[in-house]
């Protein structure tokens, strides 16, 4: 199946309006903070969706996503993109400036002069973020929106609190009830990471929620349907109850019901079945393979990182990495004493596994990295063919007499 875009200008113009402060009820106008899984149409959403719907009502958007700014330190990343964005709205002046790589611009004549050291964002006194989304709104003559993709990895920064702060700070100074002239997006794939920027009374946007996106459904399935036939007429009519049971297992992922969708469209693969239920064994093969994996990396922890991902996967936002009740329960699995240091080097290990299992902010909180794994923990639990987190393989005794540092 080729790349095809489904749009929600529905879910997107409700945002908008709600960020813009139009929503009658439940405004978001003091930030809307959404949570959807991993590869559910986030990045998409914001960027083919709301991006436009936004810029439909005459907004600046500034759209950043940290996913792929794991190495580089995601506020310098910030930094550059609002700079970017008031180069390019400063006008010719400041594009000139740019050029001639002059460390501030000057603008306007006489009394509406306008000076701005865009490159220094955030590094010199009075280049503050609040000033530098002003300079925006003034030089663009526009309400500006800035969303921030994986907004949760601003968190692994040193400086990723104080920026946040300042986002909230910015928000606070430039928007007057009615009149909202910073709009705040940050998006996750993780309600319990994304939580950590507005769930705990020290965190920068505490009091607000964290909303879920709604993953991409019915209309999704029935419009994709739509799309098959017309590519493959050959195909006949489609099962839309099959198609939209197949992309819940798939967990409403579109790249991988596409993929399945292609593989079921192989002759080869069909062995003389039919669509459907090529489609259904082609999807069962994809959840059984991802389950194998999971089920794998939790077989080759240790006994002691076994035990302390249990913990983690069992309480979820609530786990306190060296809480009492962390180490009881990581004792009672292990059946002996376990020491802070030793859950320390676990949660270590945990989070340099590649891909990593366990996610640290900056604040030394602890979540899951891939979150899907809470449910296929818990269907092994349903099913009993939980494999005691203490087992005692050889290779367990082996690690449970060396220390695991
Ligand atoms: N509305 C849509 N119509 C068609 N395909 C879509 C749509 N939304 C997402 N997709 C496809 O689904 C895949 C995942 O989308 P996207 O990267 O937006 O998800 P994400 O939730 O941001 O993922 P990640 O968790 O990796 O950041 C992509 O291949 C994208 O093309
Ligand atoms: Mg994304």
């Known amino acids: 199946m080729p790349a095809l875009h489904f749009p929600r200008p529905a879910l997107a113009g409700e945002m908008a309006r709600s960020l813009m402060g139009q929503a009658k009820f439940d405004s978001e106008a003091n930030g809307l903070f959404l949570a959807a899984p991993r590869r559910t149409g986030k990045s998409t959403f914001l960027r083919a969706d709301l991006?436009?719907?936004?810029?439909?009502?005459?907004?600046?958007?500034?759209?950043?996503?940290?996913?792929?700014?794991?190495?580089?330190?995601?506020?310098?990343?910030?930094?550059?993109?609002?700079?970017?964005?008031?180069?390019?709205?400063?006008?010719?002046?400041?594009?000139?400036?740019?050029?001639?790589?002059?460390?501030?611009v000057k603008l306007g004549a006489g009394g509406a002069s306008l000076e701005f050291d865009a490159t220094r964002i955030g590094k010199a006194p009075g280049s503050s973020l609040t000033a530098a989304f002003r300079e925006l709104i003034e030089a663009s003559g526009k309400r500006v929106a800035l969303i921030?993709?994986?907004?949760?990895?601003?968190?692994?920064?040193?400086?990723?609190?104080?920026?946040?702060?300042?986002?909230?700070?910015?928000?606070?100074?430039?928007?007057?009830?009615?009149?909202?002239?910073?709009?705040?997006?940050?998006?996750?794939?993780?309600r319990d990471k994304l939580g950590r920027i507005v769930n705990t009374a020290a965190a920068p946007f505490y009091g607000s929620r964290v909303r879920d996106m709604p993953v991409l459904d019915g209309d999704y399935v029935r419009w994709l349907a739509g799309e098959l036939v017309k590519a493959y007429p050959s195909l006949g009519v489609v099962d839309n109850a099959l198609l939209a049971h197949i992309f819940d297992r798939l967990?409403?992922?579109?790249?991988?019901?596409?993929?399945?969708?292609?593989?079921?469209?192989?002759?080869?693969?069909?062995?003389?079945?039919?669509?459907?239920?090529?489609?259904?064994?082609?999807?069962?093969?994809?959840?059984?393979?991802?389950?194998?994996?999971?089920?794998?990396?939790?077989?080759?922890?240790?006994?002691?990182?076994?035990?302390?991902?249990?913990?983690?996967?069992?309480?979820g936002p609530a786990f306190s990495p060296f809480g009492a009740e962390t180490?009881?329960?990581?004792?009672?699995?292990?059946?002996?004493?376990?020491?802070?240091?030793?859950?320390?080097?676990?949660?270590?290990?945990?989070?340099?596994?590649?891909?990593?299992?366990?996610?640290?902010?900056?604040?030394?909180?602890?979540?899951?990295?891939?979150?899907?794994?809470?449910?296929?923990?818990?269907?092994?639990?349903?099913?009993?063919?939980?494999?005691?987190a203490g087992a005692g393989s050889t290779e367990d005794r082996k690690n449970r007499a060396a220390p695991e540092h």
């Open 327 to 388: 180490l009881a329960a990581c004792e009672k699995i292990l059946g002996r004493k376990v020491a802070t240091s030793t859950v320390q080097a676990a949660l270590n290990k945990l989070r340099d596994a590649d891909p990593p299992l366990v996610w640290k902010s900056n604040r030394g909180e602890y979540a899951l990295d891939d979150h899907r794994m809470v449910a296929w923990y818990r269907a092994q639990v349903a099913a009993s063919v939980r494999p005691p």
């Open 148 to 190: 921030l993709d994986e907004a949760q990895d601003l968190l692994i920064s040193p400086d990723g609190e104080a920026v946040l702060k300042e986002l909230k700070a910015a928000r606070d100074t430039l928007n007057l009830p009615g009149d909202v002239k910073l709009m705040l997006v940050m998006s996750g794939s993780d």
């Open 51 to 104: 991006t436009p719907a936004l810029q439909a009502l005459g907004v600046e958007v500034i759209y950043l996503d940290f996913w792929g700014t794991a190495k580089g330190d995601p506020t310098d990343a910030l930094y550059a993109e609002v700079s970017r964005a008031l180069l390019a709205n400063a006008g010719v002046v400041a594009r000139l400036a740019e050029k001639a790589k002059l460390a501030s």
């Open 251 to 315: 967990g409403h992922r579109p790249a991988e019901f596409d993929r399945v969708i292609g593989e079921a469209l192989v002759p080869t693969h069909r062995a003389g079945r039919g669509f459907d239920e090529t489609l259904l064994e082609r999807a069962q093969r994809v959840v059984e393979g991802e389950e194998a994996v999971y089920a794998d990396r939790f077989a080759a922890l240790t006994p002691t990182q076994r035990a302390v991902l249990t913990v983690l996967l069992e309480r």
